[in-house]
């Protein structure tokens, strides 16, 4: 029997979910990114209610749509999924009216229609198969081992220590410590049995007596009734069109066999009111980025550590000395070995190297005095699996050329992979810190794209997605690049801040930790150890992890930079966000020679000369040339309002200006602004100027003379370009597979609903 007081405690949290995304109540400004956490916990702590909040999330959709509007659409739904997932049983026309609603979804513009059609799946094997979607994320987060469903998962969270204190860094840690305290490997096995058993069997299911029967039962048993659950459930996911009864029959009778040894007496405690089985955290493992190989080293040590357990600790022990050791071997040896071309081969079997190896053995002595080896009698070339595997994880969906058009790229395909390139694996690798832990994150997603266009061997067993998660601490100390009075210095989180601008549901929930987190890690700590269900940041990241499946693609722009010393080889960098050109002070003269007088009004600034192909919104390039006097200038990849989300740089210029009037010589300074996608910078007197990438005081460039920025070419492009050149001469023209391939570079980040139109 529904409670009235129960709906109408659902109905005020959902009403103010809704006003959080008006954002015209401030009084609720200090709970935002709270509310919908809030909502979830008590559908935790009183499963059989989760009917009733479904119920009214279903009224309040079609009244959206109804109403006109979509702004709640994607929120309330993402809210009405979570739920489904946690709440055991609900009843066939609230799944019938939700279904109903996501296929009228498919008639709306993405990103409605995509995650429609993706809800509209999971919902009907949700409804053949009740209990399938949260055995499965389970099965998956934790890498549980069993024959029928091989699909692993694990969270990295990266943070860079000289970005983030030690107090935060302890905080997430002893978050994440306190959800692996509640859960382990022989846990999260009887979850999925009992929840199976719930959602088939109902009210004829005692769930307090049998985890009881469960846990007294030794690992190896529970393992194998874990086993023949999921080979059940997995059966009736690939027969759908099974009947529903022989899969109830199948599962009532491991259920007999559970309660057959036990008293007598069952029967009498079955009508007691089932207790909630927890929804687990994902496996986590933190990290201190010090290394830009760290993130591949991180995912060659989950590939070739399948059998993931929850029962391993995650976290490294030397945490309390606030280091990280890194324990894997050097992998630059491995893509620095290539094979002879041509075969004098001996004819011994043994020397042919094993058909299935797949990564050489770790660097020794030998191999790193002859990188050479033979190959059977023939020049190897990349197999097509290798190319198509490739070129699938390059596109993410998209079109293969960018198109330059209004609005960057949002969205990605659902579809998953063929057959014989499945991937198994899914890493959900997300930052933590400000816009400079980004800048970082473009470097090391470029040197992972890098190593996979030499050799294929991550991008077809693992998918990999990135999550941004903002923190800024209020009390953090300047930097070295606040040394340099940059111009037009704004807000170290813009990434997020237009992320929030693109999805209202990431800025309710995600942009609100940016200070929260900071103030969670100051408090003082409770002498007892945390309850799970105090765990709130581990929760909001696990509920961005596991609906945030959106992405949106940044553009990633290549610099050459050239010095003032002839002697130092030019070099090049990417940027994702910021690159900032400041003038260094004027160096006197060595040689002895006089210098000239100041003048009674010396002019700052110095002369540079631009070249750069205008961004015009017909979508057209035009080629322009100027010089001109300037303090300094700042170019911006990530845009600063809706009505300008061209995918360019927009370049802010201090352009100083020569004036003359009664009083004589003076200047002034105007701010000018183009969009462009390539432009080469150079000084054309004798002062250089210090560049710096992405706001980072670790990427600051002095004594630069000329620089050139473009946009990041993707390095399988490249590569395959390279190799058609030598046997074509049409080289402006993309041939083979160059022609197939992305050209950019981009940098996809997740959120829960991509870019709203």
């Known amino acids: 029997m529904e409670s ?187 979850y999925v049995i009992e929840r199976a058993f719930q959602t088939v069997l109902k009210e004829r299911c005692n769930v307090r007596r049998l985890h009881g029967l469960l846990q007294a039962k030794p690992l190896d048993v529970t393992e194998h009734y874990f086993q023949q659950v999921m080979t059940i459930i997995e059966h009736a996911g690939r027969e759908m069109s099974a009947e529903y009864s022989q899969y109830v029959e199948e599962l009532g009778k491991i259920y007999s066999t559970l309660l057959s040894a036990s008293e007598k007496g069952v029967e009498k405690t079955a009508a007691e009111r089932s207790p909630g089985i927890p929804l687990p955290s994902p496996n986590i493992s933190f990290h201190l980025w010090r290394d830009e190989d760290q993130l591949w080293k991180e995912l060659v040590l989950f590939l070739r550590s399948p059998s993931q357990s929850c029962e391993q600790d995650s976290l490294s022990p030397e945490l309390d000395s606030f280091e990280f050791q890194d324990l894997m071997p050097d992998y630059d040896c491995f893509e620095q070995t290539r094979f002879s071309v041509l075969s004098t081969d001996s004819g011994i079997e043994r020397d042919l190297p094993t058909p299935g190896d797949e990564i050489p053995s770790p660097c020794t002595a030998e191999t790193e005095h002859s990188r050479l080896q033979r190959k059977g009698c023939m020049k190897k070339r990349a197999s097509s699996l290798d ?158 992890v596991r609906l945030g499946l959106q992405p949106i693609f940044f553009q990633v722009y290549a610099v050459k930079l050239l010095f003032s010393n002839a002697a130092l080889e030019p070099i090049e960098d990417i940027f994702l966000i910021e690159l900032s050109v400041t003038l260094e002070e004027l160096i006197p003269s060595r040689d002895g020679l006089p210098i000239k007088k100041k003048t009674a009004v010396e002019v700052p600034g110095t002369e540079l000369s631009l070249l750069y192909k205008k961004v015009l919104l017909s979508n057209r390039e035009k080629d ?76 600051i460039y002095k004594n630069v003379i000329s620089i050139e920025v473009f946009p990041c070419l993707e390095p399988s492009y490249c590569l395959q370009k390279t190799r058609t050149r030598q046997a074509s001469l049409q080289e402006d023209e993309d041939i083979g597979l160059a022609k197939y391939l992305p050209k950019s570079l981009l940098l996809p980040i997740n959120t829960f609903a991509g870019i709203i139109q």
């Open 624 to 699: 322009e040339t100027v010089s001109l006097r300037s303090t300094g200038l700042v170019m911006k990849a990530i845009p600063t309002n809706d009505t300008e989300d061209l995918v360019c740089l927009r370049v802010n210029i201090a352009e100083v200006i020569k004036t003359t009037n009664l009083s004589g010589r003076s200047y002034s300074l105007v701010a000018n602004s183009i969009r462009t996608r390539n432009i080469k910078i150079k000084s054309t007197e004798q002062r250089s100027f210090t560049v710096c990438l992405d706001k980072d005081s670790r990427r």
């Open 4 to 190: 009235p007081e129960v709906e109408s405690d659902f109905l005020r949290s959902v009403h103010a979910l809704l006003r959080e995304l008006d954002g015209h109540h401030p009084a609720f400004q200090s709970e935002r990114g709270m509310l919908r956490w809030t909502l979830h916990k008590k559908i935790d702590r009183n499963p059989s209610h989760g009917a009733l909040l479904i119920k009214i999330l279903v009224k309040e959709l079609e009244r959206a749509e109804r109403c006109n509007y979509p702004q709640y659409i994607i929120p309330l739904l993402h809210t009405l999924m979570y739920t489904v997932i946690k709440v055991p049983c609900i009843p066939d026309d609230l799944y019938e009216r939700v279904y109903d609603f996501c296929k009228k979804l498919l008639t709306l513009p993405k990103p409605y229609c995509t995650i429609g059609l993706d809800y509209a799946r999971q919902l009907k094997l949700e409804r053949t198969i009740p209990g399938v979607l949260y055995q499965r994320m389970v099965s998956a987060e934790q890498s549980l081992k069993n024959d029928s469903f091989l699909y692993q998962e694990k969270v990295f969270m990266f943070a860079a220590p000289d970005l983030l204190s030690e107090a935060v860094c302890r905080a997430l840690v002893d978050e994440i410590r306190a959800a692996q305290a509640f859960q382990s490997a022989r846990s999260c096995m009887l």
């Open 387 to 544: 190319s198509i595997a490739f070129l699938q994880s390059g596109c993410n969906g998209q079109g293969a050329k960018p198109t330059g058009k209004l609005h960057r790229k949002s969205g990605g395909s659902t579809m998953e992979p063929m057959a014989p390139m499945k991937r198994l694996h899914t890493a959900r690798v997300l930052v933590l810190g400000d816009d400079r832990v980004l800048g970082r994150l473009a470097q090391a997603y470029y040197s992972l794209r890098k190593r996979e266009s030499r050799r294929v061997f991550l991008t077809r067993r693992l998918k990999v997605q990135f999550y941004y998660v903002p923190v800024v601490e209020e009390q953090s100390t300047s930097s070295p690049a606040e040394e340099y009075a940059l111009p037009d210095r704004t807000e170290p989180c813009e990434l997020a801040a237009y992320l929030g601008r693109a999805d209202p549901w990431y800025e309710s929930n995600i942009n609100t930790l940016c200070h929260m987190i900071p103030k969670l890690a100051t408090m003082p700590s409770s002498p007892s150890k945390p309850a799970i269900s105090d765990l709130f940041i581990i929760d909001v990241i696990a509920y961005y």
